[in-house]
């Protein structure tokens, strides 16, 4: 059960963009569009950012978006916020019914 | 408003056995697939353990295949997490994850406070 491949880091200045990868296999993130995306600020539970590869839940601002391409997923975070620094775990379904979590991303606003 | 609450978690020796429970409340609990999520200190997420909605399908990671149990009531709103042989690498936070659907195709919405279990002599 391997976890997906993420970078450990990313980083970027207020206002820039920064994209994290989320690379799996034709067995999960290539499988469907069953790719949600979660924010963790430190010392706090996980929250739901987005969700079927590009749709996010009520309440999440448009500077954050999904795609995907083959067995990788991505997400975008246009125009970087301070409040935006917080570790990004990408999760997707398996094709054989369970989920796997990516490695984790740190995120840091210079 | 949605509300998880963990509760059970704390020090246990190696090989010991411990309960976690999760009381939901704010949603109709018996509608929703439910998961337990762990995080060691300092790592990622790992996905534990998940029910459906009624229970009858369940779901364990390998690492705690043959050891935990997970379980719910739904006339008590409560998710339940058995935990036996417990190992040192078994030590993190637990949290209880409501799927947004009967299933988490479409992500998991909400997420309880966790609960720490530390397995150590």
């Known amino acids: 059960q391997s976890a997906l491949t993420q970078p450990p880091s990313v980083s970027g200045s207020p206002g820039q963009s920064v994209t994290i990868s989320c690379t799996g296999t034709s067995s999960d993130v290539g499988s469907s569009n069953r790719v949600s995306w979660y924010q963790q600020p430190p010392g706090t539970a996980p929250k739901l950012m987005i969700y079927e590869v590009y749709n996010r839940p009520s309440g999440v601002p448009d500077r954050f978006s999904g795609s995907k391409s083959g067995n990788t997923a991505s997400l975008t975070i246009s125009g970087l916020q301070a409040e935006d620094e917080a570790d990004y775990y990408c999760s997707s379904h398996r094709v054989s019914g369970t989920y796997v979590f990516g490695t984790g991303t740190k995120v840091t606003v210079l | 408003e949605v509300q998880l609450v963990e509760s059970g978690g704390g020090l246990v020796q190696p090989g010991g056995s411990l309960r976690l429970s999760c009381s939901a409340s704010?949603?109709?609990?018996?509608?929703?697939?439910m998961h337990w999520v762990r995080q060691a200190p300092g790592k990622g997420l790992e996905y534990v353990s998940a029910i459906t909605t009624n229970g009858d399908y369940t779901y364990y990671a390998d690492s705690v295949k043959g050891r935990f149990t997970v379980s719910r009531d739904n006339s008590k709103n409560t998710l339940f997490l058995q935990m036996s042989s417990l190992r040192a690498e078994d030590t993190a936070v637990y949290y209880c994850?409501?799927?947004?659907?009967?299933?988490?195709?479409?992500?998991?919405?909400?997420w309880g406070q966790g609960t720490l279990v530390t397995v150590s002599s």
């Open positions: 704010g949603f109709t609990f018996s509608s929703y697939g």
């Open positions: 994850v409501k799927c947004s659907s009967s299933s988490c195709f479409r992500g998991a919405d909400y």
